[in-house]
């Protein structure tokens, strides 16, 4: 059963009721060194939904998405594209807390998680869900794809909530960005402003 089959089947909550229960979960290790739970932050009414990996250290801290380094250039792009993180987008995390040492999230920590994620996306009822990484790309589309062949790609799957597919598309993560900074033409960076203005194009397309 792929990640959206069953997606279809998770139980349905409030959204607030699901973010005060996630702010005490005990359902894998990671509860045991985390300082905050990341549930995520901006609209839950937008069409748009960005899901990454999980929280670093400053995100553990302070209990947002993407608000270090690479959060500060995932802005930026969304700034170039006109999207604004705030307005525009609902962020997220396969996984809720922090991975020591920011490594990737192990998969007994994705699947312990994975019950959140279905049910803030059951509550947002995304149009467009953007894949930031390749442990979510993996997480929701299949361990198969390889994050630099497939990004800016669409994809397309089932769910109860909308009478036509959910659009999905996996981008470059912004740590992997800041490894390869130039804006030069055909470049990751330059590859991943392409792909944003897409997502610009489709939510246009899907809110008229």
């Known amino acids: 059963m792929s990640f959206f089959e069953s997606t279809n089947k998770t139980q349905l ?10 702010s005490t979960c005990t359902k894998c290790p990671l509860h045991k060194t985390r300082n905050t ?13 960005a899901i990454g990996e999980g929280p670093g250290e400053k995100e553990d801290l302070e209990g947002r998405p993407f608000i ?21 987008l609902f962020i997220s995390n396969i996984v ?8 990737d999230p192990k998969p ?44 800016g790609q669409w994809f397309t799957e089932p769910v109860d909530y ?14 992997y960005l800041l490894r390869h900074a130039s804006n030069e033409v055909g470049k990751p960076k330059w590859q991943t402003k392409q792909d944003l203005l897409e997502v610009k194009k489709k939510y246009h397309q899907l809110t008229v």
């Open 13 to 22: 909550v409030d959204f607030e009721t699901l973010k005060t229960t996630t």
């Open 96 to 103: 809720k807390c922090r991975p020591p040492n920011n490594r």
């Open 162 to 175: 909308m009478k036509d597919m959910v659009y999905i598309m996996p981008i470059l993560h912004p740590s």
């Open 108 to 151: 007994t920590e994705i699947s312990a998680c994975s019950t959140i994620l279905k049910q803030q996306i059951q509550c947002i009822k995304p149009k467009i869900i953007l894949l930031i990484g390749s442990p979510s790309m993996k997480t929701m589309l299949g361990p198969n794809h390889k994050i630099t062949q497939v990004r």
């Open 68 to 88: 270090g380094r690479s959060g500060k250039l995932l802005t930026e792009l969304f700034d170039s594209a006109g999207l604004n993180r705030d307005t525009d």
């Open 37 to 49: 739970v990341v549930f995520g932050s901006g609209n839950p009414k937008s069409p748009i939904m």
